[in-house]
């Protein structure tokens, strides 16, 4: 995928195969109304793209959140997710008063057992139709 087919809108990169990181994604995407965050697995050539235009690693065992020329990372990202819910997820900036390597170790301790913890796909996930549209390839 070129750069220039990538797009600005906030995209939400995240393990395709990983059953934690797919129901978090099946959570945001009713939530956000307004269809501001697109997705990605990091499996999908569009994820690739996006981590390469930020300077990311090909597998950077985090979920990673690409906003114009930005990249969150690991809880910064998570935080970030949550500003663009809006009410009442919002709220959860408030994490951002612990120190953010306090705040990445608790992340990098599911991070590091979501499969023994959650278990995993075959396959990345295909999404709803209803959401379809916010997927670049198809979230697959």
């Known amino acids: 995928m070129s750069d220039d087919a990538l797009p600005e809108d906030p995209v939400l990169l995240f393990d395709g195969v990983c059953n934690l990181c797919n129901?978090?994604?099946?959570?945001?995407?009713?939530?956000?109304?307004?269809?501001?965050?697109?997705?990605?697995?990091?499996?999908?050539?569009?994820?690739?793209?996006?981590?390469?235009?930020?300077?990311?690693?090909?597998?950077p065992d985090t979920v990673v959140l690409v906003e114009g020329d930005r990249a969150y990372t690991k809880s910064a990202a998570v935080v970030r997710v949550a500003e663009l819910l809006g009410w009442?997820?919002?709220?959860?900036?408030?994490?951002?008063?612990?120190?953010?390597?306090?705040?990445?170790?608790?992340?990098?301790?599911v991070a590091a057992n979501r499969y023994d913890w959650f278990g995993r796909r075959e396959r990345c996930m295909v999404p709803d139709d209803d959401v379809r549209d916010r997927f670049l390839d198809d979230g697959v």
Do not use: N
Request: hydrophobic share 40%; glycine share 8%; aromatic share 8%.
């Open 23 to 59: 129901g978090f994604v099946r959570f945001l995407a009713p939530r956000d109304t307004a269809g501001r965050i697109r997705y990605a697995s990091l499996q999908s050539e569009a994820g690739q793209a996006l981590l390469a235009r930020a300077g990311l690693p090909e597998d």
């Open 88 to 109: 009442p997820y919002r709220l959860l900036r408030v994490a951002r008063l612990l120190p953010r390597r306090l705040r990445d170790a608790g992340y990098d301790v």
